[in-house]
């Protein structure tokens, strides 16, 4: 088997504090459908966005170094949090190609907006960081951002109340602060938040597109592997699946995984970092 | 200085997932103001609620180890999660006075009730541990119990959403189901719960009385070190004071850490277990 035919058959190491990253796998799986994951969830330390800069990253490279023992092809950091946050130093620790869920989103952003106006939410890490804000910058100097961080959605998504009365008031109350603002366009910072999509549309109104990072992320993903002629020219058989791993299996895990999945999650493993 | 002089002049050791359990140092700190206190708030872990049995359990016991190492004369598990899960094997390994909140909460439930109706709120893991439910019964086989987890209230009152709008909507949807029940008492089986106490009297109405299991447990301790002679008799000075163990720093620790103990929170440090 020629070198690169053996690295291409490798699986894509995808790194989320819970179970949110499984919608990018979704979008993974619809796009690239030979492609293996091995997926970590944090589940026992989830979640992230409520913790320091100092623990996020620390808890990042445990996982990192985690997933590069299945020698992975490719890490793709599907937190926001930790794209936020640890992208940098896990950049500088390994040498395969490396990508957060910021930079599709903000891409796609600018690409979409005709205002100038793009609203940005997450949690509290996320826009702390103002990591977003700098990726929209980078990509277009006089872009105008408005960023809100929305704690609580996180809690809704994983407790099923994504559609509910108090679901729709909590969405409403966090994102008046974008009323009159002229925003077109609204990042939906977190992988926790497409299932909250129905409530958050109707918070800002019909006019406002909302882009799904994770969505994007799949995208970017395809074309690396393209690029770098990395795209698994295999299919997946039954001895050759993805795998999933956590760190606990909590109360209603397969309920909630298989929300955030569309589908149930087999092969799934704890282990303690 | 005798034997027993010795061991009373050495901390309580105090647990909990966060900062909750603040509300039950401030309790004890009221009660028994010669007392100092080892706390440890397993901040970078937080919360436990959504967490496995297996996994709290493991993490218990690394906290009291930790707390043991501080020569504690007595350790509190401040949480209601970890009391109801980890409370016995936790007895199994130390041999110091160790208790929970779940008991003194229930004890004075049982006092309280006229109907022999009574609630419980709390966590996911609290209400699915049925710990409650089983040390009211203990205590009087034939009083009715009615449980009810409420998941939110832990991240309402960490994001100082206590006293607004969504706060009581929150807490009018998951207390309806006490609506004519005749309950009479009702216990805030979260040591976050307090500070939500407001709209939790206003969703269930004027008759029900709430029952503090922290504030209860601070007076368990007095009986317990007076019934062992453990009671320091020496006063707290500058250099022999109480100390506060994190596992993270999160952004806003000190406001937070304030809201739950109403004073400022000194000698905090940082650990990793």
């Given amino acids: 088997m020629p070198q690169k035919y053996d690295e291409a058959s490798r699986p894509i190491g995808v790194f989320d504090s819970g179970v949110g990253g499984l919608t990018v796998v979704k979008e993974l799986n619809k796009l690239l459908p030979n492609e293996k994951i091995v997926y970590f969830g944090d589940t026992g330390r989830v979640p992230y966005g409520n913790k320091s800069r100092e623990t996020i990253i620390h808890y990042s490279l445990q996982v990192a170094y985690f997933l590069m023992k299945k020698k992975i092809k490719m890490l793709v950091v599907a937190c926001n949090t930790a794209s936020s946050v640890s992208l940098p130093t896990l950049k500088r620790h390994f040498h395969i190609p490396i990508i957060g869920v910021i930079e599709p989103g903000a891409k796609t952003a600018i690409e979409t907006t005709k205002t100038g106006k793009i609203g940005v939410i997450g949690t509290l890490g996320t826009v702390r960081s103002n990591s977003y804000k700098k990726a929209l910058k980078k990509i277009k100097k006089n872009v105008n951002v408005l960023q809100d961080p929305c704690p609580l959605f996180v809690h809704l998504a994983e407790d099923g109340w994504n559609k509910n009365k108090i679901a729709q008031m909590v969405s409403d109350e966090y994102l008046k602060i974008f009323e009159g603002k002229g925003i077109d366009t609204l990042i939906l ?84 970092l």
């Fill in 189 to 272: 910072g977190c992988t926790h938040y497409p299932l909250l999509k129905d409530v958050i549309q109707r918070s800002v109104g019909k006019k406002v597109q909302l882009i799904d990072s994770g969505k994007e992320t799949a995208k970017e993903v395809e074309q690396i592997l393209s690029k770098k002629s990395l795209l698994n020219p295999y299919k997946m058989t039954e001895k050759n699946h993805s795998v999933f791993y956590v760190s606990d299996f909590p109360h209603k895990f397969k309920e909630v995984s298989q929300r955030f999945l569309s589908k149930e999650l087999k092969h799934v493993h704890k282990v303690i």
